[in-house]
């Protein structure tokens, strides 16, 4: 089907409309994180500033005590560590099931669903009584506690996205194994996971990306440096009556660079993930 | 002991122990916070005080009498049909657009991924300083045009938030829906495609004969799933407005946070919480049985 010329320059323009459109508030956000508020409430507005401004870059990456660098690059710590923790913690429960779910007929499979139905739950249903759980175990305010329950989010994909990964791998190698007397565990080691591996990277940085998004648990369950994550800094410093917006939109860029450099190198495994079984919001 | 079970019983066996971390962990992270929350909702209990006393359903009489949560459930439900209706047409609209044969078509198809990838948060701060009053790009651009005489208050105003935070909601996940269908639309026969053009048939027609037919399970999944995340939509709400102003934006989440945390009313929120789940429930059922209609045509 050849285009005739006028409808492929109304297609390239509506192209370079959809990019602009996807880039404007990444911009934006870039260049309130250089300019000034001189800058910014100069009107009418210079969309090109005379001089970048740095100096929000070497405020927040300071560690310098008291100072919001400090508190920054704790939440970023702390948003690390839950994001590892809560993947290693959920895939030594996913990954067993994911591959019990994929190769047996039995009842298990009802179970998958439940998981999955899980994620129909809103947070602000089960908040209560896991504040009382993790006050109970002396967990609240700590990055273990976060961990545990940012779980309750990571379970639900990862389970779903290995199980229909390991779907998709053919079951002959494993049956040859079987014959000659191999158990359960010992197949899933070292005959499936090493061919699942590719899915096994997707899975692990998902499920980080998902840790990395989380905003209301670690909002409601954490308090102070210690265990505070990088959505919560970002959100007190965004509603305080601070004029700081260079900080602010500093925070951000910072904030959202791992997941953008993670969300760019993984394109392509990520979209046939996103394509095979779940997607996030 | 182990010998006496055959080798089919202990493959059994192993297939539901490997099963079993997931069930516990679920069943305690997941399970019974949501058990306790259904107890929680009969209760009069409060946050200070946990353990509250049997006052049967009239935390859900309270609660559908209620003009707040009548007002957040209203919030909720436009909130939704709005985002997800726009999502769903625009995605699939930019990825037909992205389909095309374009110069830089890797350049633009890969451009998706970064609002995906953008936090939440970091995506309604953002949007927090476009909207700003006082410097907002929103407003520059705006003025400098000539179709804004001053600079507004897009977030201030009763009148413009929801659909300020509903753009938001939209730029972060158009492209996801339009990943998804181009990567859906690898599926559809380009030979059905062809043969439906000699014919003479209309763009409408091949679109709907055609391409619909390939796309429409992923988007449904997607559909569903973005169905559910708007119905407990809290984070981007909360960091753009709070709820505000004047309640205008209050989804039903930020209604049952309020009541839990700020009024310290335990077992009334938790009420108002499960009908969040009630109304998702609802919502993938209206979907299912479209999607059977659908297939039955």
């Known amino acids: 089907m050849k285009q ?14 959809v990019a602009v459109i996807i880039l404007a508030p990444i911009l934006w956000l870039l260049l309130v994180s250089v300019s000034t508020t001189t800058h910014l409430t100069t009107l009418p507005f210079e969309w090109i500033p005379e001089k970048l401004n740095f100096d929000n870059y070497a405020k927040l990456t300071t560690l310098e005590p008291n100072s919001r660098g400090e508190m920054f690059l704790y939440a970023m710590r702390n948003t690390a560590l839950v994001a590892f923790g809560a993947t290693a913690i959920a895939l030594c429960a996913a990954v067993p099931a994911a591959w019990s779910f994929s190769r047996s007929k039995g009842g298990q ?9 899980t994620y129909m739950l809103p947070p602000v249903a089960l908040i209560v009584p896991l504040f009382a759980f993790l006050n109970g175990l002396g967990l609240l305010n700590t990055k273990t506690g976060l961990m545990l329950v940012d779980c309750s989010i990571v379970l639900p994909f990862t389970t779903w996205l290995l199980k229909s990964n390991f779907d998709n791998i053919s079951h002959e190698i494993e049956e040859a194994a079987f014959v000659d007397g191999a158990s359960m565990l010992t197949v899933l080691r070292s005959v499936t996971l090493p061919m699942a591996k590719p899915a096994l990277a997707t899975v692990v940085l998902f499920s980080i990306l998902l840790v990395w998004d989380e905003f209301f648990y670690a909002f409601i ?32 860029i910072l904030t959202a660079l791992p997941p953008l450099i993670i969300g760019i190198l993984l394109q392509r495994a990520l979209v046939s993930g996103l394509a095979q079984g779940g997607v996030k919001g | ?14 297939a539901w122990l490997m099963i079993a971390p997931l069930a516990v962990g679920v069943l305690i992270i997941v399970g019974w916070p949501f058990l306790d929350t259904i107890w929680m909702s009969f209760t009069s209990a409060q946050l200070t005080q946990y353990t509250g006393d049997w006052v049967g359903l009239d935390n859900y009489i309270r609660a559908f009498r209620s003009p707040q949560v009548r007002g957040a459930l209203a919030t ?19 990825a037909l657009l992205l389909d095309q044969p374009l110069y830089g078509r890797r350049f633009f198809r890969a ?9 939440t948060v970091v995506n309604a701060m953002s949007w927090r300083l476009i909207y700003n009053p006082d410097f907002g790009g929103l407003n520059a651009v705006l003025t400098q045009i000539g179709l804004l005489d001053s600079y507004q208050s897009w977030l201030g105003s ?4 929801i659909y300020a935070i509903a753009v938001a909601d939209i730029w972060k996940t158009v492209p996801l829906v339009a990943m998804i269908t181009l990567a859906a639309l690898q599926g559809v026969p380009r030979e059905q495609l062809e043969a439906a053009h000699i014919d003479g048939a209309s763009p409408w027609s091949r679109f709907k004969t055609v391409t619909m037919p390939a796309i429409v399970g992923p988007l449904m999944v997607a559909a569903v799933l973005r169905t559910i995340e708007g119905v407990k939509v809290f984070d981007i709400v909360w960091v753009m407005t709070r709820g505000g102003p004047a309640n205008s934006t209050k989804t039903m989440s930020i209604q049952v946070y309020q009541e839990a945390f700020s009024n310290f009313r335990a077992g009334s929120g938790a009420s108002q919480g499960l009908l969040i789940v009630l109304v998702s429930l ?9 999607l059977r209609r659908q297939g039955a045509q």
Do not use: C, K
């Open chain 1, 4 to 17: 005739p010329l006028a409808l492929r320059v109304v297609l390239h323009a509506l192209a370079i409309l």
């Open chain 2, 282 to 290: 609802i919502l993938i059922n209206v979907y299912v049985a479209l």
């Open chain 2, 111 to 119: 451009l998706l991924i970064l609002p995906w990838a953008l936090p």
């Open chain 2, 158 to 161: 009763p009148a413009t938030a």
């Open chain 1, 221 to 252: 369950l954490t308090n102070d440096d210690r265990s505070q994550t990088l959505t919560v800094a970002i959100a007190n410093l965004a509603s305080g009556r601070v004029s700081d917006y260079g900080l602010l939109a500093t925070a951000g």
């Open chain 2, 76 to 94: 909720t439900i436009f909130f939704v049909a709005l985002t997800v209706s726009l999502e769903l047409v625009l995605g699939v609209l930019v």
């Open chain 2, 1 to 14: 002991m182990r010998s006496s079970l055959s080798y089919h019983s202990r493959q059994r066996l192993t």
């Open chain 1, 109 to 117: 499979s009802n179970l998958l669903y439940v998981v999955v139905a």
